[in-house]
């Protein structure tokens, strides 16, 4: 990144954090999606969900799938 090369710092905002972590970033600010999904799943079910589905809008965008994994 042209940012990076030039020690100009860069943050990664809901862009998923394995994705920041494959661009070398330093920081990131968002949720971790696995443990984003997992949590929201349990709150589901635990107000009596029995099915459901994950809806990704982006294909192939790796922080959905973790989402929804």
């Avoid at 990664?12 to 929201?40: C, R, T």
């Amino acid at each position: 990144m042209l940012c990076q090369s030039l020690n100009i710092p860069v943050i990664a905002i809901n862009a998923g954090v394995s994705q920041a972590e494959e661009l070398g970033l330093a920081h990131f600010i968002g949720p971790h999606e696995y443990n984003a999904g997992y949590g929201a799943g349990k709150r589901l079910i635990s107000r009596g969900m029995k099915e459901g589905y994950c809806l990704s809008h982006i294909e192939g965008l790796g922080s959905l799938k973790e989402r929804c994994r």
